[in-house]
Nanobody
Framework: QVQVVESGGGLVQAGGSLRLSCAAS????????MGWYRQAPGKQRELVAI???????NYGDSVKGRFTISRDNAKDTVYLEMNSLKPEDTAVYYC??????????????WGQGTRVTVSS
């Protein structure tokens, strides 16, 4: 039973920082990519950051220069360091992973989400 679980959301003032974590667990054969998407009320889900198995990273335009994604392969865990937070960063942040489980087809997995609220 493969799953991904994120944590670290909360309330922070504009200009502050927050660190999110996401851990994958279960009968995993390989992980192709992990990262974060976010969705604000009434808006479409958007890419925040992705890191591939080869270490390449992709960032959404709105967070470039402010957010940093990193990984700990030994723990199957990724982190999102969010700096210089703005009120428009307020959203539910979802961990994403593309995983090949043992004896199963590769597919996308999603965490249940963690809320980030940035006050002005």
């Amino acid at each position: 039973q493969v799953q991904v679980v994120e944590s670290g959301g909360g309330l922070v003032q504009a200009g502050g920082s927050l660190r999110l974590s996401c851990a994958a667990s279960g009968s995993i054969s390989s992980i192709n990519a992990m990262g974060w998407y976010r969705q604000a009320p009434g808006k479409q889900r958007e890419l925040v950051a992705i890191i591939t198995s080869g270490g390449s990273t992709n960032y959404g335009d709105s967070v470039k220069g402010r957010f940093t994604i990193s990984r700990d392969n030994a723990k199957d865990t990724v982190y999102l360091e969010m700096n210089s937070l703005k009120p428009e960063d307020t959203a539910v942040y979802y961990c994403y992973a593309n995983i090949r489980p043992m004896d199963l087809r590769t597919r996308d997995y999603w965490g249940q989400g963690t809320r980030v609220t940035v006050s002005s």
